[in-house]
């Protein structure tokens, strides 16, 4: 992979660290203060719903660093290590997590009568749904890493 793409993708990640930062910082409260205006029978939901939020924007931002430590092994010419494998059971312990985060959300949504209609309810089971798919991508892609690894060794040994 050339340094110019490395680079790149590691600016990509650098933006997404900062909007998730501003993200947790001020949309967050923002949208539940404005929901409990809206909707003051849910209010006892306000802080769980911030901590829940808050927790699966730092499951995205575990997946980004994990993404940039790849990132460097891949620069360095060593992603072919036992190290490699490391971060990516993190990444996928990180997107499992935040699949059990929406899919808690919304069943606790679910129990109160307070999904807010079906874009809320689409949107926590789309959540669900698409950080379950990447966590199953993601053990693919360790498989083959896995692989690959086992095979440089083995070359390595007949070299």
Not at 26 to 31: E, G, K, M, S
Request: net charge positive.
């Amino acid at each position: 992979m050339s340094r110019v793409v490395v680079r790149a993708a590691k600016a990509t990640l650098v933006f997404g660290c900062i909007l998730t930062l501003v993200v947790q910082l001020l949309f967050i409260p923002l949208i539940a203060a404005e929901t409990v205006r809206g909707f003051p029978e849910v209010a006892y939901l306000r802080w769980p719903g911030i901590v829940g939020c808050i927790a699966i924007v730092i499951c995205a931002q575990v997946v980004m660093v994990c993404t940039w430590r790849l990132l460097t092994l891949v620069s360095e010419s060593s992603i072919f290590a036992p190290e490699s494998l490391r971060y990516v059971d993190v990444m996928v312990g990180a997107s499992l997590a935040a699949s059990a985060l929406f899919a808690a959300a919304f069943v606790t949504l679910s129990a109160a009568n307070a999904t807010g209609g079906p874009g809320v309810a689409f949107l926590l089971i789309a959540g669900t749904g698409g950080s379950l798919g990447i966590a199953l991508i993601l053990s693919v892609m360790r498989s083959l890493l896995t692989q690959a690894t086992s095979f440089k060794h083995e070359l390595a040994e007949v070299v």
